[in-house]
């Protein structure tokens, strides 16, 4: 048997209030009012695809050793790298083999759909991983502002544990362009709401269902969860009616509470799935986007046993509201800010040194001494243990998973931050070892010594003059 065998979601905290999106741009078109209702999920400003997809796979990946995975698939529109395998550098946070099968998958809404029917369909004899993530920008005062959301899914795809068993799968290819981006774009160009569900949803997507269930000897109205990932309200519905599917069965969106997460959708909306179905209820999923997916998936009795760490409803639970527009249109960068002197010092990265050094700046490894047992982050040569000091002595020692605790703390508006002030500190280990580190996503009066914190990829520093990202590990307050 092949199929699901985890699952695993991620949300940036940051909710922007739709009414705030609409409020500040009322008086160039007051039409927006009538997407006012709801909110949206968006990246801080140092979250993009990697750092969510990375998230999310930690989440999928809490019950299955890493060594076990022999592929990994990352699906996304929105790489932060043209030239650079996205993948690689999130095999690597994830410390998984170096003999991991890696892809990068892209340029269109249903890649993640196309790559999980070549996971079930391959059928490896170890587990593969398969990262949707999704960080678009879009224009002010647009309908996909209002509309759209950053989020990331992770599923893999086994024969051990599964959670719901592959029936099969069916394609339709059609170069149908409802939007498009080309490579001098930042934006998304789409066409008429209508046209596209007329034409392409309506027409596209129900031939395609039709054939997967004719395949499966399975009627329509035996399907308990539809995924049809669209921004458009009711398409979902109207489709549900004219294939005889449930319209109960339609796994909602969230267009007004999360937004929709492009080419990661079609996971997030299944892992929703998989968090309510029940042992032997069939869920339908699929992707639109120059022709449509449609996979087809029995939940099995493992499927009630399974949860994540955190999973769909916890990614989509943990929230913080945010009603200043301005601050979403800077974590964005769609204004042109003043940075100040300070922020305009060189921040190029050498990548001899880098290359040295990844596996603490990637992989987040520090040391064990193999003759007293200390833990130190970095790993040294000499270990720090004064009454120790032994040469060479360190095997590598994941820090990633660790806890901490807050020792100290400052927050300096000197010290450039794209949302300041700058929270840095010393961050003490629960297996004893320290080091200074930058928090991220505090609130006001929302640290403190004492205070818990967990471990969390992210972007470090932009170098816009060449175009890299520098990522390293911050704290997070639990």
């Known amino acids: 048997m092949i199929g699901i065998t985890a699952y695993g979601a991620y949300y940036p905290r940051g909710r922007l209030s739709k009414k705030a999106i609409a409020d500040a741009n009322a008086w160039f078109d007051a039409g927006l009012n009538a997407h006012a209702k709801g909110e949206r999920a968006f990246c801080n400003w140092d979250e993009d695809t990697i750092t969510m997809g990375i998230e999310a796979a930690q989440n999928c990946l809490s019950s299955l050793p890493n060594s076990e995975l022999s592929t990994l698939y990352l699906a996304s529109t929105t790489f932060p790298f043209l030239d650079r395998q996205n993948s690689v550098l999130v095999s690597e946070a994830l410390n998984l083999d170096s003999g991991v099968r890696t892809m990068d998958i892209a340029a269109s809404q249903r890649v993640a759909t196309s790559a999980l029917i070549a996971l079930l369909e391959a059928g490896h004899s170890k587990p593969g991983l398969l990262i949707a993530s999704e960080h678009r920008k879009t224009k002010a005062g647009s309908r996909s502002e209002m509309l759209w959301g950053d989020g990331a899914a992770a599923v893999t795809v086994g024969s051990d544990g599964v959670l719901a068993e592959f029936i099969c799968a069916e394609t339709a290819a059609v170069d149908f362009v409802d939007h498009y981006r080309g490579e001098d774009s930042s934006f998304d160009y789409d066409w008429e709401e209508r046209w596209i569900r007329d034409e392409g949803f309506m027409k596209i997507v129900p031939s395609v269902i039709e054939s997967l269930l004719s395949k499966a000897s399975v009627k329509a109205c035996d399907i308990a969860h539809f995924v049809i990932p ?163 002595s360190q095997d590598d020692y994941p820090f990633s998973a660790q806890k901490g605790t807050v020792k100290t703390w400052t927050a300096d508006r000197l010290t450039f931050d794209w949302n300041p002030p700058a929270y840095f500190g010393m961050v003490q280990f629960d297996n004893g070892a320290k080091l200074m580190m930058d928090f991220t996503e505090v609130e006001e009066g929302g640290i403190d010594s004492g205070s818990k914190v967990s471990f969390h990829f992210r972007i470090k520093q932009f170098d816009t003059q060449r175009g890299f990202r520098k990522y390293f590990w911050k704290a997070v307050i639990s």
């Open 230 to 392: 669209t921004d458009q309200a009711r398409t979902p519905a109207a489709l549900a009616k004219k294939l005889g599917i449930p319209v109960e069965a339609i796994v909602d969106n969230g267009v007004s509470t999360l937004g929709v997460a492009g080419a990661a959708q079609p996971l997030l909306l299944l892992a929703n799935a998989l968090e309510k179905a029940c042992p032997g209820e069939l869920i339908l999923v699929t992707g639109f986007g120059q022709g449509c997916d449609a996979i087809l998936l029995r939940a099995t009795q493992e499927v009630s046993n399974y949860r994540p760490i955190r999973g769909f409803s916890g990614a989509a639970g943990h929230r913080r509201e945010e009603t200043n527009y301005n601050k979403f249109m800077s974590f964005n960068n769609l204004v042109e800010r003043d940075i100040g002197k300070r922020g305009e010092a060189d921040k190029q990265t050498y990548l001899s040194g880098y290359n040295r050094r990844k596996d603490l700046l990637t992989g987040f490894i520090g040391g064990k001494c193999t003759k007293c047992g200390t833990v130190q982050i970095p790993r040294e040569k000499y270990c720090v243990n004064p009454d120790c000091h032994a040469l060479d």
